[in-house]
C-alpha cells in the first residue's frame, strides 16, 4: 500500500519539526557567541583605530611588534593547561578546584621565568623611551598585562564554558574587550596620551582591573585546590605548543617586515593582520560551542566525532565566507578608522582576507583531535607545519616583501588544513573498519 501525499508531507512534517527544534538551542548558542565575540571585534577594532590615530604610525609599528612578541610568550603561559578545565570540568564539575589550583600552580610557575627574561630582551631591541629606566618599566608593564594577565583573563571565560554558561561566557569576553576600548578612549582623548611609555602604564592598569574583577567573580565557584595533575601536564604541554609555533607563524611575517619594510608598511600590514584575526572571530563562536560537544561525542569513538566534524564544515565554509565577503567589501572604510596614513590597509586587507577560510578549515579538524584527546596528534601537525610555514613565510618575506609573504601564507594555510583533514579521516576510517575474522 503507498502513502499519500497529504500523508507523507504530516510524516515528514512530524519528523522535521522535532529535529529542527534540537538545533534551535545550537543555533541560538551561536548566535549569542558570534554576537560576542563580534561585539568584542568591534571594541577591539575602535581600540586600535585610537591608538594607531593618536600613537602614528611609527610607534603603532613598535606596538604591534610588542603585541606580537608578547603573544608568542601567552601561548606558553600556563602549559596549555586552560584546555584541561574545558575538557575535565565539562565532564565532570567535582574536578574543578583541582583544575584551577593546576592551572594557577602552572601560570605562577612558567611567568616566573618566562616574564623576566621576555622584559630584558624586549629591553635590548625595542625603544620606546629615550630614558633607559622608563623604556624598562613600560615594555615591564606590557609583558605582565600581555602575558599573566591576559592568560589568567582567559580562564574566566574558559571556566564558564566548561561549565555550560555561555551567557556569562560572553559577558566576559565582551567586558574585557569593552574594558581595553574605554582604556584606550580615557587615556587617548580624556589624558591626551600620544606616547607609547605612556600607553603602557594605562595598558598594564586597565588589565590588573579586569583580572581583579575575575578573580571575584571566580570567587563564588570555590577556591583552588593547590595540586598537580600529572596526566594532564603532558597533555597540556601537547596544547600549548602548538599555539606557540602556530603564534610564530602567524607573527613572523610582521617581526621580518620590522627588519626590512619601513614604518609605514608595517603600521598598515598590521591593521591588515589585525582585520584578518578579528574575522576568525565569527568561526571560533563556533568553535566555542563544538569543542564540548565533540569532547562529549568522542566517548563513542573517534568515528563520531569525524562525521561531526565533517557536518560542521559545511557550517564553517559558509560562515568563514561570508566574513571573508564582507571583509573584502569593507575595506575601504578602513583609511577613514585609523587615519590617513595607513592608505595601503585596503590592497592588504583584501589580499589577506580570503585566508580566514583556510584558518576555519584546518582549525574545525584540530578541534575535533583535540577534543577527543588526541593532542600528540594534533601538536605534530601544527607544530611540523608551523614550524615549516615560518621558514617559508619568513623567507619570501624577506626576499619579496609583500608579495612574497601573501603568497607564502596562502601556501602554507592550505597545507596545514589540508594535512589535518586528511590525517583525521585516515584515523577516523581505521577505527571504524572492523577487524578481519
Known amino acids: 500500500m503507498t502513502q499519500s501525499h497529504s500523508d507523507r508531507s504530516a510524516t515528514d512534517a512530524a519528523i522535521s519539526w522535532p529535529a529542527i ?17 563580534c561585539i568584542s ?49 565539562s565532564a565532570d564539575p567535582a574536578i574543578y578546584r583541582d583544575a584551577l589550583g593546576h592551572h594557577l600552580i602552572l601560570i605562577a610557575a612558567t611567568a616566573s621565568i618566562i616574564v623576566p627574561l621576555l622584559a630584558v630582551a624586549l629591553n635590548h631591541f625595542i625603544s620606546v623611551s629615550p630614558d633607559g629606566p622608563t623604556n624598562f618599566v613600560a615594555l615591564l608593564c606590557f609583558t605582565i598585562s600581555n602575558v599573566v594577565l591576559v592568560r589568567w ?11 555550560f554558561e555561555y551567557g556569562p561566557a560572553n559577558l566576559a ?27 603602557a ?8 582591573v579586569v583580572a581583579v ?23 597540556g604541554f601537547y596544547f600549548c605548543t602548538p599555539y606557540f609555533f602556530l603564534a610564530i607563524r602567524q607573527n613572523i611575517d610582521l617581526l621580518v617586515l620590522n627588519v626590512v619594510a619601513t614604518p609605514e608598511v608595517i603600521g598598515s600590514y598590521s591593521v591588515a593582520r589585525r582585520i584578518l584575526d578579528t574575522s576568525t572571530l565569527t568561526v571560533s563562536g563556533l568553535h566555542r560551542l563544538t569543542y564540548p560537544k565533540l569532547a562529549a561525542i568522542s566517548a563513542r569513538g573517534f568515528g563520531q566525532t569525524v562525521r561531526l566534524a565533517r557536518k560542521l564544515l559545511f557550517v564553517v565554509f559558509a560562515i568563514t ?7 573584502f567589501v569593507a575595506a575601504p572604510v578602513l583609511p577613514i578608522l585609523f587615519g590617513n596614513g595607513f592608505s595601503r590597509t585596503i590592497a592588504y586587507t583584501r589580499a589577506l582576507c580570503w585566508i580566514g577560510i583556510l584558518l576555519g578549515v584546518q582549525e574545525m579538524a584540530a578541534e575535533a583531535l583535540g577534543a577527543s584527546g588526541r593532542h ?47 590525517v583525521m579521516i585516515v584515523m577516523g576510517n581505521r577505527e571504524t573498519v572492523a577487524p578481519s575474522p
Open 21 to 37: 527544534k534540537l538545533k534551535i538551542p545550537l543555533m541560538l548558542g551561536y548566535l549569542a557567541s558570534t554576537t560576542s565575540l
Open 201 to 208: 602604564l594605562w595598558h598594564g592598569g586597565g588589565h590588573l
Open 376 to 422: 600528540a596528534v594534533r601538536a605534530a601537525i601544527y607544530n611540523g607545519g608551523s614550524i615549516v610555514g615560518a621558514i617559508v613565510v619568513a623567507t619570501m618575506t624577506y626576499e619579496f616583501l609583500l608579495d612574497g609573504t601573501v603568497t607564502a601564507l596562502y601556501a602554507t594555510e592550505s597545507l596545514v588544513a589540508l594535512t589535518f583533514w586528511a
Open 321 to 327: 565566507g561570508l566574513t571573508s565577503v564582507g571583509v
Open 153 to 163: 583573563i582567559f580562564v574566566t571565560e574558559q571556566v564558564f564554558i566548561a561549565r
Open 213 to 235: 574583577v575575575c578573580a571575584i567573580v571566580l570567587s563564588r565557584f570555590g577556591r583552588p585546590r593547590w595540586t598537580i595533575l600529572i596526566n594532564e601536564t603532558k597533555l
Open 173 to 199: 569576553n565582551i567586558g574585557f574587550a569593552v574594558s581595553r576600548m574605554l582604556t584606550a578612549l580615557i587615556a587617548c582623548y580624556g589624558f591626551g596620551v600620544t606616547r607609547l611609555s605612556d600607553w
Open 41 to 89: 571585534s568591534v571594541a577591539q577594532l575602535v581600540t586600535f583605530a585610537v591608538l594607531a590615530r593618536h600613537l602614528g604610525v611609527e610607534q603603532f609599528g613598535l606596538l604591534v611588534t610588542i603585541t606580537a612578541v608578547t603573544n608568542l610568550a601567552m601561548q606558553l603561559c600556563g602549559l596549555g593547561a586552560t584546555e584541561t578545565l574545558v575538557r575535565r570540568v
